[in-house]
């Protein structure tokens, strides 16, 4: 009774020892999984049982299979260890199918080459639908947890990635899909693109240092300093937006007739994609394109106007990094081909949830043709030609982005879509 203790106990410490590390066999195979492992006076019925299982192998012991073992190994293979625990009670071992059989040397009637290992990992196939992520992204990433030898393939109609390998790298590679494919958190964001037109006192464009104020709330209001000319109209990024001092910024300019609102888009992305926002026009323009001899003409368009990108990303603080790209274009086509003016800024900024921020100094030259005329006489029919002219005015414009981020569950998301739909159908009917 006191010896079967001790196996028994053995047994439990190695299996405890054996199952603290991640292993998976590939004999015969590359495989340069390693263990340390040491047995004294074990049973080597309950070695086989306990390295059998790890190595995942199919193993039938026969009652007449005795001994014992006693060995202090280190940096060995678990197939190696296996069978030199047979080796040194006489045994060997022979293959039939997928099952390893267990027998004297004497009774082995088959020898197995270096090219064809007895023993072989048993392996199975399992596929793994994915919900929220596309399968045909992380495959390669999925391989890396796989045996050198492990099938990966993508089903890309179903969204499934088939597997075939070890059942413990298996488990690993479902715990691993299990926590990459989750509901996907998403973000609303809000923004605002106005346009300032810049009379003669602003001409350089906003000086934004005294509109927005750093710190708290509290603010010196400067009356026509907001008017001074910057000294730069570089574009910059700016905090406090909820700042009197801005709002009545806005109000002095929307009563001078000096701000147009040009848009107010609302739109939920997914957490790290891009969301663009583009209000313009385009000009189209001919291509002609010669290839053997055979002379063909397209049409391709100039996208100009006010274009806007963001890609937000949520950290684990609950705070969002956004990548902003705003720009700002003009253009015009002279003699079959295009030209483009561009304003445009590239920032980076972390923001709260719910926090405010906009880009200002994006300013834009525009040429407007006006027509103007004497009163009356300009209404003539056929005569009134001779009281018009037409002039040629330079106009410069600023246009500001505001930009407010929220955090959205899927329910919440669903819901918003829905009510920016149904705005977006109003406003279309409107233009019908």
Known sequence: MKIKLQNLFISLIITIVLTCFPFYSSYGQGNTNLITISFKDADLRDVVKILAGEGGYNVVVGNDVTGKVTY??????????????????????????????????????????????????????????????????????????????????????????????????????????????????????????????????????????????????TFTFQGSNFFNPATTGAPGLYFNVDTPSFKMFLDTLQQKGDLKTLATPKLVTLDNKEAQIIIGGRLGYRVTTTANQVTTEDVEFLEIGTMLKITPRIGNDGNILLTIYPKVSDGVVTQGLPSETTTEVTTQVAVRDGESIFIGGLIRDRKEKVDKQIPLLGRIPILGYLFKRKTENLSRTETIVVITPHIVDLRSAEIIQREMDKVNKIESDGFK
């Open 72 to 217: 202090d190994l280190h940096n060995v293979t678990i197939q190696d260890a296996l069978e030199a625990a047979l080796k040194i009670n006489g045994y060997g071992i022979e293959k039939m199918g997928e099952i390893i059989f267990i027998k004297p040397a004497s009774q082995l009637t088959t020898q197995d080459s270096p090219t064809q290992p007895a023993f072989t990992p048993h392996r199975q196939i399992r596929s793994f639908k994915l919900h929220y992520i596309n399968a045909s992204d992380i495959a390669a990433s999925i391989k890396e947890y796989s045996s050198t030898n492990g099938k990966v393939t993508v089903n890309i109609s179903n969204n499934l990635i088939v597997v075939e390998d070890l059942v413990e790298n298996l488990n690993r590679i479902e715990t691993v899909l299990n926590n990459m494919d989750v509901v996907p958190k998403q973000v609303l964001i809000e923004a605002k693109i106005l346009e300032i037109r810049l009379s003669d006192d602003l001409q350089l464009g906003v000086d934004w240092s005294k509109v927005v104020t750093e710190g708290d709330s």
